[in-house]
């Protein structure tokens, strides 16, 4: 047990802690920004089966931050590319690779074969389909979240505590908030976020120190400042969802899932003809792309200028980075406009692909 002699060495660990580690099994839901430092310090410290959600593939822009990946990963699913790195890191744990959408269909099955699940997605939605899964099948959620130069840290429904649904309530009001590919953020924060969320599950696991349950930890970047908000408990939100627990699976699609079929590269989107492009971020927001007929329509206010939208042809829509846009295919289709795609990259791939494009056709 040389690789975690330091382990042992603490009274408080000693080889009985090292075995719980061993002995656990626990599911990150995304490999990105906080994925990988959790993924990095879960996998050195021997925690026995990790397991890896996530259906992106990785992008130069994600090397800012996700640094389990290099160029050679361009490309490659992160999921897959992640367990390649952790293997080498520690193969003498057993790590599971999933690229998947987290679903509903699929989250329960999921969930019940791991001990803790950490949330390490970049959009609420998600968030609200990893809490309820979660409250159903009774397992803890190791929260983190960033946004700019801020992150928060929390762990839900561990020991019958809060869930995140007792801090948010209300779903609706959540999902136009932007993510760091929209907003950006200090390329170090996730990994002081994600550090932070692994030592959370270091300590469920080994029954030590004090569980950020019930807590909110607030940590800002640029003044080197942190807080703590208390989380109460909220039972109304937690009953509800073990009330309609039975209608958890028969959801048709989860929010990612729904657009799914509308999703296109932006290669396949250069071989269509009768097309329309959509730009749906704010009118200030850069880069722009010169030469090309494109209709600039904000998700802000997109219901405001459905006249704008070519009904003969075929919206492709795009943003900074491919969220927004699934968020409008969402509303134009619950409007019943259904000839509507969002171009899955964002705009620096997107504005490279065009260029191109118009400089061979000239």
């Known amino acids: 047990m040389n690789r975690y002699s330091r382990h042992i060495v603490l009274s408080e660990i000693g080889q009985t802690g090292q075995d719980k580690l061993l002995n656990a099994k626990v599911l990150v839901i995304g490999a990105g920004g906080l994925g990988c430092p959790i993924l990095q310090y879960l996998t050195a410290a021997g925690v026995g089966q990790i397991g890896i959600v996530d259906f992106d593939t990785v992008a130069l822009s994600n090397l800012q931050r996700q640094v389990l990946f290099g160029t050679s990963s361009l490309g490659l699913n992160k999921a897959e590319a992640a367990k390649a790195r952790l293997t080498d890191l520690n193969n003498s744990i ?7 959408l987290l679903t509903y269909q699929n989250a329960l099955s999921l969930f019940k074969q791991y001990d803790i699940i950490v949330d390490g997605t970049d959009n609420f939605e998600t968030r609200y389909l990893i809490n309820d899964a979660a409250i159903i099948s009774n397992k803890p959620v190791v929260f983190g979240a960033i946004y700019k130069f801020e992150g928060q ?11 995140y649904r ?3 309530s209300n779903q609706q009001e959540h999902t136009q908030s932007g993510n760091c590919e929209d907003v950006g953020v200090l390329g170090i924060l996730p990994g002081i976020i994600g550090c932070m969320q692994a030592n959370e599950v270091l300590k469920i ?5 004090h569980i950020l349950s019930g807590k909110l930890l607030i940590y800002n970047a640029l003044q080197f400042k942190s807080s703590i908000l208390k989380i109460n408990k909220r039972e109304e939100e937690i009953n509800k969802v073990l009330e309609e627990q039975q209608d958890f699976e028969s959801k048709k699609r989860s929010f990612a899932c729904d657009t799914h079929a509308n999703q296109i590269s932006i290669i396949e989107a250069l071989t269509k003809a009768n097309i329309q492009f959509i730009d749906v971020r704010e009118l200030n927001e850069l880069p722009k792309i010169e030469g090309l007929s494109i209709t ?3 998700l802000s206010d997109l ?7 070519d009904l003969k042809k075929e919206s492709l829509l795009f943003c900074q980075s491919g969220k927004r846009s699934k968020q409008a295919v969402i509303k134009l289709k619950a409007l019943k406009i259904e000839q509507c795609y969002f171009i899955k990259e964002g705009i620096s791939e997107i504005k490279i692909h065009l260029e191109k494009h118009l400089n061979h056709d000239r």
């Open 94 to 100: 057993v790590i599971t690779a999933y690229p998947i």
């Open 296 to 298: 600039s329509i904000p």
């Open 153 to 163: 840290v929390s762990v839900f429904n561990y020991n019958n505590g809060p869930s």
């Open 166 to 168: 007792c801090l948010f």
């Open 205 to 209: 696991i080994l029954e030590i120190g």
């Open 303 to 309: 219901e405001n200028n459905l006249n704008k939208i």
